[in-house]
C-alpha cells in the first residue's frame, strides 16, 4: 500500500486502491459520512470488502488481510465457515422466513439451555441492541423500577439509557460530588434519561459499593459486560463483580450480563469466570454464525415477564424476523463447532499472542502492552497500567499514534479495529498468532521512534 497525505488529516494516510477510493465516492452521494457504521470508520475511508476466506478478508482491489476485526468478534470461526454455509443453504430453500414459529428457534435455544443452566429459556431477536433493550424493559417489568445503572464508558448498543455516559472526557466526567457523572451520548438525549441512568466506576470497586448501597433501592437493573471492550478490554474485577452481585441481591436489582462479545470466552459463556449469576444474559454475534442474531435468556421465573400465552405480557418481546430460521441454523452449526476443546483451544491462542506482545514491547522498551483475556485482544499505548475506562482515555497525542498504529498494519496486510483491538477465530493457528505478533510490536517499535518526543 502506498502512502499518501490525506486532507483534513493530521497522520498519513493510506491510499487504499482504486476500487475502494471509487466505491467510497460513490456511496458519499448515497450514505451520510459515506459509510454505514462510524465503528468501522477511519481517514481517508476504509477498503471495502469482496469475499472472505477462513481468516482472511480479500477487498475489491484484490488485497488479502488477515482479520482481527472479525465484523467486530461476531465471526468465531471466520468467513464463510462451511458447516454454517451449508446449514444455511439447507434452511434457505425451504424459506427464509415465516409468520410461524420454526423447530430451529426450539433447538437453538435448547443449545443455549444446555452450554449454561442460566439460559434456561430464551427470546430471540436481530442484534445486541434489541437484546438489551429488552433485557432493561424486562428488569424494569419485573421491579416496577424505572432507573438503571451501568458502568463508566463500556458499550451495550444503541439505547439511550445504556448510550449515558459511554465515551465521557476527562472535562465532564465527574460530578460535584467527584462520582462518574451522567453523562449524553448523543445530541438531543432528554434531561430525564440522565436522571434515570446512575454511572458506576469499572475500578473501583468501594465506591462502585457506595454508590449502589445509595441509589440501589431505585434501580431496576446493573448492566454488567464482565469483559468490556469500550473501558479497556480489561476484565473486570473479583471484588467490583462481587459488589455487583451483593448489591443486586440485597436491594431486589436485577443484574443482566451483557455477553454480546463476552459470551465467546468459555463453554457457559462469561458470568461464570466472575462469580455473577445474572437474572437476565444478553448474547448475540457467535450464537448466530455471521447472520443478525440476539437474545435474552434466564432462569424461568424472569423470563415470564415476556410470556404471551395467557394474554398481554408484562413486556413484549418480538420482530417480523426473530428467530428467522436462517439465523437459527447459522447459530446451530456455529455454536456445533465451538466446542469446550474449540474453546480452549482459541483461549491458549490468545494467551500466546498477548504474552509475545507484552515480552516484545518490553524487549523494544516502548511504553505499550496489550489487555484482554480469551481470544480478545486490545492494544494500548502510553505509561501506567490499564484497569478500565480512564486508564484507556486516549488523549489528542495517543489517539493519533493509535491512528498510525492501525493504519500501519493496514498496510502490513492485518486488519484490527479503529482502536486497535482484535480477535482470534477458529481458523488461526500458532503461525497466524506468531505473525500478528511480530508486525505489530514491528509497527509499535516503528511508530514510537517517529514521534516527535521519542528522544524524551
Known sequence: MNLGTGQNSDIADPVIGDRSGAAFLREKKVVPGGSMRA??????????????????????????????????FSLIHGHAFEPVLDAVRAAMVKGTAFGMPTESEILLAEMLAARSPRM??????????????????????????????????????????????????????????????????NAGTPDSVLRETVVLPYDDPQRCAEILRREGGSLAAVIVDPHA??????????????????????????????????????????????????????????????????????PADRMSVFDHSAGKPKVSMGGTFSANPLSMAAGLASLAHYSRAAVDQMNALGDRLRAELRQGFAKAGVAATVTGMGSLFRLHVGPGAVTGY??????????????????????????????CSGALSTPMNEAEVLLIADKLIHVVEREFGARPDAAA
Not at 159 to 170: I, K, M, Q, R
Not at 230 to 245: D, H, L, N, Y
Not at 393 to 405: C, G, P, Q, W
Open 39 to 72: 465503528a468501522s470508520w477511519f481517514q481517508p475511508h476504509p477498503p471495502y470488502a469482496a469475499r472472505g476466506e477462513g481468516c482472511w478478508v480479500v477487498d475489491i482491489d484484490g488485497r488479502r488481510l488477515l482479520d482481527c476485526a472479525n465484523n467486530f
Open 120 to 185: 434456561e429459556q430464551t427470546r430471540f431477536c436481530n442484534s445486541g441492541t434489541e437484546a438489551v433493550l429488552a433485557a432493561i424493559k424486562g428488569a424494569r417489568g419485573i421491579t416496577g423500577r424505572e432507573r438503571i445503572a451501568k458502568f463508566e464508558g463500556c458499550y451495550h448498543g444503541a439505547y439511550d439509557w445504556v448510550e449515558v455516559s459511554l465515551d465521557p472526557t476527562p472535562a465532564n466526567w465527574n460530578d460535584k460530588n467527584g462520582d462518574p457523572a451522567s453523562v449524553r451520548c
Open 229 to 298: 471492550s469500550r473501558a479497556g478490554t480489561v476484565p473486570i474485577s473479583m471484588e467490583t463483580a462481587a459488589v455487583v452481585q451483593e448489591a443486586c441481591r440485597r436491594d431486589g436489582i436485577m443484574l443482566i450480563a451483557d455477553e454480546v462479545i463476552s459470551f465467546r470466552l468459555s463453554y457457559e459463556g462469561a458470568s461464570p469466570l466472575f462469580g455473577l449469576e445474572p437474572d437476565l444474559m444478553t448474547t448475540a454475534k457467535i450464537i448466530g454464525g455471521g447472520l443478525p442474531i440476539g437474545s435474552v435468556s434466564g
Open 390 to 419: 480512564r486508564s484507556a482515555f486516549a488523549n489528542a497525542d495517543t489517539a493519533k499514534l493509535l491512528r498510525r498504529i492501525h493504519l500501519a498494519m493496514l498496510d502490513e496486510n492485518v486488519l484490527l479495529t479503529p482502536n
